[in-house]
């Protein structure tokens, strides 16, 4: 009897994390937290909440759901008008609290609280000068190197201070910064990671995606740019470009598989996206087949822009178990394909005896894409063609996506046939580039998709690890 | 601000339990594990387990999810090689804990184990009878009337005193009773609720639904029929046909909402039973329209044969968020259709402009239909043609479902005119008893459709109360 | 490493349990957990209150100490004037909460809730008589089998009933029943237990111990009588003796260890009995020595009163640790009398050199004691002089005290000099009957000190077992 | 219905913290453990432990008792030989959370960890200094700034960079360190809190308390020096020194009431001075009385020598609940005394009709004294002479112990004549300081009593808050 982790899909990307800010709104905290709920998606492990009135902090942070970290009375000692909130996959335990953000501090100008979504390249480096002239580090967070860089500025004011320490980071990320007067939103010079800003009412709300603002009432006013960092203040919000030349490359993956389908994307509907994309994949690799069925969810579009391009008829053949908990007992005598069946249960009578195309977002490890294969050809399914709605997964993302390490990805270390065989299908293919552009409606050079094509916009400098262990410090040297 | 129940869509029916047994399996515990796992859809409110090893009964109980009830510890100590469990939607704190199933008792025979899924409608006077000769009662549920009937029949064995009890028992019910060395099945003689035999290796096993069969790769064998006792015991198993003519009367609402898609009922697969609803719905309503889109999940399937036989496009035109919590916290000014909005967000892109048939599978107060016929007009649609896949429910279930009473009923008020009126739809229709019987393909005599007919196979008596109280004991006399 | 259950001092007996009534007022809940929690001491593993308004009981029980299971919530819905209550020592799980008292069953005569302190001797023969006319049984609790006399009794008013049933019962017991208009306080025809009758106000309390009134204000009435049945009503309150001859036997173990010792038992003081003991001690066996130090708590009492009449100086040399948890962690390398060290420290700077007299109110085992004698040797005590506050323990209590079988005590298998020299201790001593009784103030003939003598006032028929078991339900036959 | 804070003594000094060590132990993790237990008393709000094996720190914390936050995975966690812990009495929520000790940070020159006892009165001055040259802090702790004074030093090694950082330290503390090769304790120049060095076998133990050897079986060595720095290494152990003079005052109050009544402090044992204040204060203050009763625990061995030096009767008159929990309900219709009645119950019986001798430990708000004595009045005692095992109360402390602001102790406001009519008592006395030195066998300018005096060793500086808040940030400009 083993215990199974309980995503039995996990071998798919984890986005990092989700941002929510509020300025002056008399129920800041709970339209933070409902601004969190909606962007659950984007970080399950931790959430957090820092209100303030303007004197004070009020910080909330805990292991686990929004919904579950949340009290009706933890909420109500959010007081303030003013609010960042924040969700993350993270690890568990004492280091993986310590890690959770938003972040407040205290240095010489008063209070600060943070929060980001994202990952600074050159953290490792700034933390190194930083440490040389004596500043020290409880968490393993890129945040903590921002703040740091914040402190020791000698600009004049907060947006001075904000925008030099800003200037120094490499990466992506999408950061909200509040303090006493002012929330800020900042987004890297590539615009990697998204960030929108709407209106509620009079209030002005920053978030990673536009589906936050469905749920509280919200309107979209526009995305944050690249390079930009937007400053509310009480009757005044400022737009202050920080790069001369801000080279805008936003992440194509959040379009692929992160953001929810009903959010927009630099005004670009996610849903339609992927219906198109499907399409497209249709049209380059067809299949000769009589049904086609979507890994659910973020495979549904895809697959339903595939059948409808291609004339063939699509069905739910993958029923999907809602009540997935956190862990899962496993029994001992080993139930074939069972992680991927506590998810997922093909259904025989719609697939039997047919040709199957299956649709999927993406092939990280193919550890799971080969039990489905297998899945399904076990329910009856006489041929099983899987297509995928991004290229071949080859490479790590360094700007904020969990990824495993190259060396762990499928398409890394095989071509499309070897893959094809060792997924057990009958054939596979990939969206192009050219396809996945054109779905989207963008140029290419417009975004970045190093984790498919290993063209990363900001140079990645050795030690390429992905990400700090977050779990324990090291003692280095003495 | 407000506590929301969490499920917003709570307007409709809940089942009330499900049920899963193991005869003679090493794995007996971790196997009904699963079986109530695969089956949490028919019950979130709690979760029991009792094994045997014919010596003692090892019983956990509690209130919660299957995977938050039971830690790999709490299954390691369910020792012994037969097993029965349940899951059921019930109310909370103590005395829902006192309602948990199963339940074990010891009589004059030994220990009994026992859990069912519906409800009888006799046993308050068999409850009055029993108390007039002197029995107690901890519980208010159905199975402590059972039980003591079993222990004060005279018959010789197990099998005639339990056939006696049965037999006595009048409305809807799966039962399934544990001994030393048998392990039972019972469906009421109208065959009401589900309940299927199936195989796993040299095992038997007994579900409410095929879809636990699927994750633990057991074979479906056949149905217990209506009426009949299954008496399994090592090396042998026996049908006893308690009733001369059972007259089978199976729920139709368990193809209609109850059960998952992937399931098969009396060997019909239930989603494509969901689809061709769909389509004969189409052909008898037809609506002047550019797009389907379904509630999902339940109006899913129906809504894809609505799109297929219409010939109209069919796009998930509503996302579900996945991550619903156990409660909410509802800000003080009130969001618009905040309930519904924290499980279906309108993808306004799909939406916008369009003619929409809107696809859901029943109407119940009416409260959760008319805020999703508003979401998707807020978010641009010219007209909203609401289609149910399932004929207008005007009558409440005495047979294990918990509906409303019958004034609290839409459609036991309002004729469709006036129900398309206060919803606010363009349009409305419901699937006509003639379409629901061709596409499931059974005549109607077979089924229960008391919900939407008002023609109960079992005579209800005064007071007809859908249920007993389970919060609190009350003192009727003394 | 291993985890060590947490009290150390465990081979002392664990009385069963403590009870608390309250009749009409309007802070009944509130009372009966302040009445709860000044009785901890005589049950720590769960605790239960019913209330009833009359119309309906609310029922609140849980696995731990008072003050962990009753939230402020929690009371707040134990709504009525009427309550009791109980808390117990008991075995966790399932079946530990299955046996959580008090009870509340509804029967022919509507609603009734129970709960006792003590053992019925006669439960299983009656248990079995039950099950042969069809009861069954869902606890292992002795309650259920009077609640089943009580509603199989052909009396015709509740006091008929509740008299007719009490009356079958043999063992040593009191009783609070709560019915719609009454609350009844019942002893065991020999006063085994304690229970005693208090006001409020206008209000009737019942107790198992004085204490309880002490910390609610409540003015000390009388102690119920062996076989005395109180039936408290609006405006009115009862007695009915049971019995002609009701022989009172009251357990004389209360005064040497159980009671809190500022509560009073048959309006004797038990801390002034206990002091008196010492004296008794100290002049029956005196010991050339240079200092007294008790076994903290109970041992406090007769070490001040041996010190005063042996004319010896008194100290706290072993300092207790008051934060004693639930489970603990012990080192690989076993630290020397780890159990007892993590509850009680010699302090050796008053212990060395000296010449010691350590008092104790019993031996039971005999592991702790010499684990005492040793780690006081050890702090440097040149002799070790062990003087007990009670008579040998060589028997089984069967009336309600979780004593050890008896092949387990070690002066039912050992002389005193045996013991002494097992114990390591350089003289060894126990109080006499004489001296005993002579510090209580009572003859002999009118305590139960079947633990010391054997001498049962209730004969125990085989199997001898002391208690049923708790765990788990036995498939006896089939 | 009021929510009452659990102690209801609670109106008592609390000492800050206590720590442990240990260096080079295969079990370090478990000792550490049984070390904090035992030191308990001197912090029950939070506690935690870090480990190291050189190459990582293994840190878990958590808010609550010892037995409460380790779990027996957790502790299985902690590897490595070397650990600290630390026990504190501390508030609570996320911000009590982020002060838990040992705190864990990296540095240029690796990682670090450290917890401290004590208060360091200069911090916020250095603090204002460190933020001016761009330090942020995260937590209100002293510990944040001395860490940053070590990062910020030019030493060469680490013992030159920690003997910098604490030589710029005033105040009262008792520190431990772990880095990667060594263990360092260092103790104010004062010596203000206890430190001492222990033996297991070949590891060295550092300790607040001697009573955590005791647990372990660990052999006392000695008392860490005021101003010394003790460096444990690998087969060596280094004292430096750190102040040519260091002029030890150590807390007198540690005698008085903080420390163990088994521990020693500079070698003499607390139980015994204790008895020997009482035996002072019965020369100095006799009373016309029958007897002695104790306010448990810390007055009992005062009492006990008073009772011995004036030849009076000596009783525990008061009857300590030992299950008191965090929290409790208070009925609505208050209960006289009911805050001190959860904790201490007087015994009637011994108290009625007698001249009484209460003997408390200290004075503070004198809300409890006044609770007490009525409480004693109300059971019978014609007279209630109060004595006090101290001096009166008169100051704040600000090098480590939680005491109110001055203005709400008693005996800053009052003179002893008034505060015995305040507390309506018979009459009123307080041990000498010339007893109380006398008791304790050292000259008073050994000594710091700043509490009872004012006299303070170390200068505190406007504003003369003894503690920062430990709630919430503070935006302080901008």
Redesign the interface.
């Known amino acids: 009897?083993n215990?199974t982790q309980?995503d039995p899909l996990d071998d798919h990307f984890h986005d990092e994390c989700g941002v929510f800010g509020v300025f002056d709104h008399s129920?800041a905290a709970?339209?933070t937290?409902?601004g969190l709920?909606?962007q659950?998606?984007r970080g399950?492990e931790s959430a957090g909440i820092v209100s303030?009135d303007?004197?004070?902090?009020?910080?909330?942070?805990g292991m686990g759901?929004?919904?579950?970290v949340?009290s009706?009375s933890a909420?109500?000692r959010r007081k303030g008008k003013r609010c960042i909130g924040h969700v993350r996959y993270s690890t568990s335990?004492?280091?993986g609290?310590r890690n959770c953000q938003p972040?407040?501090?205290?240095?010489?100008?008063?209070?600060i609280a943070m929060c980001h979504n994202g990952n600074i390249v050159n953290a490792p480096e700034l933390r190194h000068e930083l440490?040389?002239?004596?500043?020290?580090?409880?968490s393993t967070s890129d945040t903590e190197v921002l703040?740091?860089l914040v402190?020791?500025?000698q600009g004049k004011t907060?947006r001075e201070r904000l925008a030099e320490a800003v200037m120094r980071l490499r990466g992506g990320f999408s950061l909200l910064v509040l303090?006493?007067?002012r929330l800020v939103g900042v987004r890297d010079r590539h615009g990697l990671r998204p960030l929108v800003l709407g209106k509620l009412g009079d209030s002005w709300v920053l978030s990673s995606e536009t589906?936050a603002f469905?749920?509280?009432?919200a309107t979209y006013v526009r995305d944050v740019e690249p390079g930009e960092m937007v400053v509310i203040e009480k009757d005044s919000i400022e737009s202050i470009k920080l790069f001369e030349h801000p080279e805008p490359r936003f992440c194509v993956f959040e379009y692929v598989y992160f953001a929810?389908?009903?959010s927009?994307l630099e005004g670009k509907?996610v849903?339609?996206a992927r219906?198109r994309i499907g399409m497209e994949l249709a049209r380059e690799a067809p299949a000769d087949a009589d049904l086609v069925i979507p890994v659910p969810?973020s495979g549904?579009?895809p697959a339903?822009g595939f059948a409808?391009a291609a004339g063939l008829?699509?069905?739910?053949g993958l029923?999907r178990?809602?009540?997935?908990?956190?862990?899962?007992?496993?029994?001992?005598?080993s139930?074939?394909n069972f992680g991927v069946?506590?998810k997922l249960?093909?259904?025989r009578?719609?697939i039997e005896g047919k040709r199957v195309v299956l649709v999927d977002d993406s092939i990280v490890r193919g550890t799971t894409s080969r039990k489905l294969v297998e899945m399904v050809r076990k329910a009856g399914a006489k041929e099983v063609h899987m297509r995928i709605s991004s290229p071949p997964t080859k490479h790590s993302c360094y700007y904020g996506i969990d990824t495993p390490d190259e060396d762990q990805l499928m398409a890394n270390k095989m071509g499309i046939d070897e893959m094809c065989k060792a997924l057990g299908a009958d054939s596979l293919a990939f969206v192009s580039f050219e396809g996945l552009y054109r779905a989207i409606g963008n140029p290419r050079s417009a975004h970045c998709d190093a984790c498919f094509s290993g063209d990363y916009p900001v140079p990645i400098e050795a030690p390429r690890s992905p990400q700090l262990s977050l779990l324990?410090?090291?003692?280095?040297?003495?």
Chains 1, 2, 3, 4 share one sequence.
């Not at 440490?131 to 409880?138: K, R, Y």
């Not at 324990?472 to 003495?478: A, G, I, M, S, V």
Request: hydrophobic content about 30%; some cysteine; glycine content about 6%.
């Open positions: 009897m215990k309980l129920e709970n339209l937290y409902l709920y909606a659950q998606h399950q303030t303007g004197h004070q902090f009020h910080s909330h942070r759901l929004v919904a579950d949340f009706k909420l109500k335990g004492d280091s609290l972040f407040t501090y205290e240095y010489a100008h008063g209070g440490e040389q002239m004596g500043s020290i580090f409880q703040i740091h402190a020791r500025s907060m303090v006493e007067k589906c469905d749920l509280i009432g929810r389908p009903d927009n509907n849903y339609q219906y969810d549904t579009p339903m409808d008829p699509f069905q739910m029923i178990n809602h009540y997935i908990g956190r862990t899962f007992i496993e029994p001992k005598q139930i074939r069946k506590l249960n093909p259904n009578e719609l324990h410090f090291t003692n280095k040297r003495n």
